[in-house]
């Protein structure tokens, strides 16, 4: 039941516990997911969590794709404080450019994104991230398996994070080629697990909120002939074993709603009916503006009672 995850939420800020000082066994997670431009209605879910105080209610952060951007600086401490960046039009054509790819260029430039934006125009705390009691868990798609895979283990300073962030986030053909880490090639974790619950649920996670950017009346599609047509050869040469779950992801996606759908201990957050419809490429302010807003306030709506009770700490 839904309520249990409120519950704990609730008794966990009323007691001051944090990761480290817990009071009970459960192992709490964030999942934020990812969809490229859609993820401006998770970023607005993990704005009304920051402003809620409630990430130390959470003993791990998990994101695939965006939903890695948007765990990063909620994690940093800095969600609210950068949202803007979503409807910023200078920051959003130079990340998204889709005449680039006349000059075979990446139309959506994570390098851009990752070493310019986050270290010079809009910082990301990244030894925050380094530092948090709250465990940071980025997914990608590693290349040659399709296999879904948490970078965690592997994050030790600066440099690391940056680097899974762009396999995160390394959608195919859109952002040029997979991203070497350790010897291995990654690529976008949508592929393998959009909502990475089955990740979280494989290490012991018994509570579960999930941050969503579809809403319920929004399904996954299988590839049309002009995507297969496009992007085979990419596949082929740059991430082999992800061709599989691509082919197949209406059937990944529907494994992944099946499992938080079936769990006892799960809150999903989603995009109300009739919200704005947000492209992967998505770049117009208003409409970026929207989701972040509607996202924002639909995880407050859903949260807010948590901290109806005074916070005290240990």
Known sequence: MTGTVLELLRDRRRQGSSPGHRRDDARLVLLIEGGSSRGAYSSGMTVAVEQLGLLPMFDAVYGSSAGALSA?????????????????????????????????????????????????????????????????????????????????????????????????????????????????????????????????????????????????????????????????????????????????????RAEEERLLASHPAALQIRPPVGSVRIGRTERRPGPLRAAVDTGRQAAWNALAGCVEAPLVTD
Not at 97 to 126: C, K, N, Q, S, W
Not at 163 to 176: Q, V
Not at 225 to 247: C, I, M, N, V
């Open 72 to 252: 990063a600086w909620l994690l940093c401490g800095r969600a609210e404080s950068t949202m803007h960046a979503w409807w910023d039009p200078t920051i959003m054509r130079a990340t998204i450019d889709p005449r680039r790819a006349l000059r075979g260029r990446p139309v959506v430039d994570t390098r851009f994104l990752v070493h310019t934006l986050y270290t010079e125009i809009v910082p990301m705390g990244f030894q925050e991230i380094l530092d948090s009691a709250v465990e940071f868990h980025p997914v990608a798609t590693d290349a040659l398996t399709g296999q879904a895979v948490d970078l965690h283990g592997g994050i030790s300073d600066r440099a690391d994070v940056q680097a899974a962030l762009r396999a995160s986030t390394a959608m195919p053909l859109l952002a040029g080629g997979p991203i070497g880490i350790d010897g291995r090639t990654f690529v976008d974790a949508g592929l393998s697990e959009a909502v990475p619950v089955r990740t979280a649920l494989a290490q012991q996670a018994t509570h579960i909120v999930a941050l969503r950017t579809r809403r319920t009346d929004e399904t996954a599609s299988a590839p049309s002939r002009g995507e297969r047509l496009l992007l085979s050869r990419w596949f082929t040469r740059h991430a082999p074993g992800a061709a599989e779950p691509w082919l197949h992801r209406v059937a990944v």
